[in-house]
């Protein structure tokens, strides 16, 4: 996959999209974000995961589910000791610390996620991370 030449700054919003916009975003030369996504999400009880999975933790299979939002996650709720059980109990009683904690765990995904991107286009890897990407995120819609 060819970069785009240096310029100036590209800017998009991809609040409508899935992290798959972001990779083609990137690999069409964007390099600027501006989205309500994670944000928007966390409070729909929806969270991103490492798997390419998008979980809404309202569903009843994570009511007994005691696992991380996402084990390979740094973030606070993940690494708290937060459970899918946890924030699900705590979206079905509008308990305001759902959405904090939804919020930090998508916020940090988003974080990373492009610090994984950052982390190929200087390994000169980007085209594969985008392939692996998309297989993975494709792999798990049909799944979930």
Request: a positive charge; proline letters at 3%.
């Amino acid at each position: 996959m060819r970069l785009p030449p240096p310029r100036s700054s590209r800017a998009t919003s991809w609040a409508s999209a899935l992290r798959a916009t972001l990779v083609q975003g990137v690999s069409r030369g964007v390099d600027m974000f501006d989205c309500v996504l994670p944000t928007r999400n966390a409070r729909n009880a929806q969270v991103f995961t490492w798997s390419g999975a998008q979980l809404k933790l309202r569903n009843a299979r994570f009511q007994r589910d005691f696992t991380p939002i996402d084990a390979a996650c740094r973030c606070f709720a993940c690494k708290s000791g937060a459970t899918r059980a946890y924030l699900r109990h705590l979206f079905s009683v509008d308990e305001i610390t759902a959405l904090t904690l939804a919020t930090i765990h998508n916020l940090t995904f988003i974080q990373d996620f492009m610090a994984r991107i950052r982390a190929s286009i200087e390994a000169g890897t980007f085209a594969s991370f985008a392939a692996d990407w998309s297989a993975r995120e494709a792999a798990t819609a049909r799944s979930v």
